[in-house]
């Protein structure tokens, strides 16, 4: 999630962080620690938004795109 300068990583992705893509454009430096209220607050937002999304399937239902990700490495 991206709002204003900063960027939250939820850890589903990879390590959680907060970052400041002005200062730190390669993400080297996780300021949660000491912006906790901003990390939980864009945290909340993610999770909301990710819980807000309707699943998506395909209109054969799914096998002809699931064997295209397949083909393409994306899924085993």
Do not use: H, N
């Not at 900063?6 to 390669?26: H, N, Q, S, T, Y």
């Amino acid at each position: 999630l991206r709002r204003g300068g900063l960027k939250w990583i939820r850890p589903e992705v990879r390590a959680p962080g907060l970052f400041d893509l002005a200062a730190d454009p390669g993400e080297t430096r996780d300021l949660a620690a000491d912006r906790p209220d901003d990390a939980a607050a864009m945290d909340r937002t993610l999770a909301d938004r990710l819980a807000d999304r309707a699943p998506v399937q395909a209109a054969d239902g799914g096998a002809t795109s699931l064997e295209g990700l397949r083909a393409l490495g994306y899924v085993d």
